[in-house]
């Protein structure tokens, strides 16, 4: 009687992930079928990331980019242990955020030598964790240098830094503008001559600097073009440098595509300009090692999130797949981290009975907030209780980005397969 009227049959608009099979309706992650993927983990909902695709997508980013050019995984995006671990031994670098972040990488057996920390708010405590590990520190405010000094002269060790810049430019087309204007990330370049005077007079081991402009960018152009004025606002700076520049972090921001018409980053234009930047620096900066640090674009593509059909519920015509997981596991799925406007992430039912008929659906979340969306009236598979609804382009800013404590449900679990 409640019955949608019209049953939509065309193919979905993007889903399933084309880096993810699907056999008789079944999504396969990890070399297994999501079914019984669901049973080895013991409970939904729950998050798996495919190790072979973290894998390929590292040495794609090799292919396409100059060996020259060091490649470091900003932690933040998916902190898993187990990622963390194996993305230490992918990548050239790992960038961490917090002293909470630096316990995991050195635990996971990160190089300390390899490992930045940035971040506008480090307590004194974790500066001084920072100077005891061993690692360079993206120092964001002149505050943060007599802390390091004192750290220095009390452990007997080296204060390495970098500085953050805040550009006078920003990312074009980012998703998240990180610079540009007034911010309260780094130090205002225009503001940076006397602060590397203070590098030099405290005695810090001076390395170099650390420009990041922006966040889920998916035009090449955009990216290069930031790239380029980072590189020679990095050049004006090392004249007021106390030593030479060592390291010269040009940020990231690489994005990978969520929507109905997005498309995938063309690495290639990338991969030239940085090849440009670096025959300038091997002559204008010789001593100096270039990095690019990037989070969504190494692990995004790489995770589900994968919950349980608890009930289909048809309201006035519209059904409604109530889910056990939500926006407290996958805040950003649900389009409450960030977005300006809700947009679908690209999702699936996946199901064991063969079904091919699509119809269109809401998957929502058990909390009691109209919030708790992961997707709106997308074409599905027909699913009943008990089938799996997934959400892909999940493995970066899910877990840790979400509010998991709010409702009181049960925790999600994260798996690392394949
Ligand atoms: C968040 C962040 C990153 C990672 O950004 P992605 O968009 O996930 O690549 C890199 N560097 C800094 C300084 C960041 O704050």
Known sequence: MNEPSSVPRRAPVHAPMSQFAVENGELIVGGQRLSVLAERVGQTPFYAYDRALLKARVAQLRAALPSAVKLHYAMKANPMP???GLMAGLVDGIDVASAGELKVALDAGADPAEISFAGPGKRDIELRQAVASGVLVNVESARELPVLARASQDLGLPARVALRVNPDFELKGSGMKM???????????????PVLAEVGRLGLDFEGFHLFAGSQNLKAESICEAQQKCYELALRLAQSAPSAVRFLNLGGGFGIPYFPGETALDLAPIGANLQGIGERAAKEMPQAELVIE????LVGEAGVYVTRVLDRKVSRGQVF???DGGLHHHLSA???????????????VSQTRGETALESASVVGPLCTPLDLLADKMDLAAAQPGDLAVVFQSGAYGASASPQ??????????????
Do not use: C, W
Request: proline share 7%; aromatic share 10%; glycine share 16%.
């Open 334 to 348: 649900s389009g409450n981290f960030g977005q300006v406007i809700r947009k679908n992430y690209p999702a699936m």
């Open 179 to 193: 610079s540009g204007g007034p911010k309260q990330f780094g130090i205002d370049a225009e503001a940076l001559p």
């Open 405 to 418: 404590g709010f409702l009181g449900h049960p925790a999600v679990v994260e798996v690392l397969v394949g």
């Open 82 to 84: 187990a990622v963390v």
């Open 294 to 297: 990037l989070g969504r674009y």
């Open 321 to 323: 797949l109530v889910t």
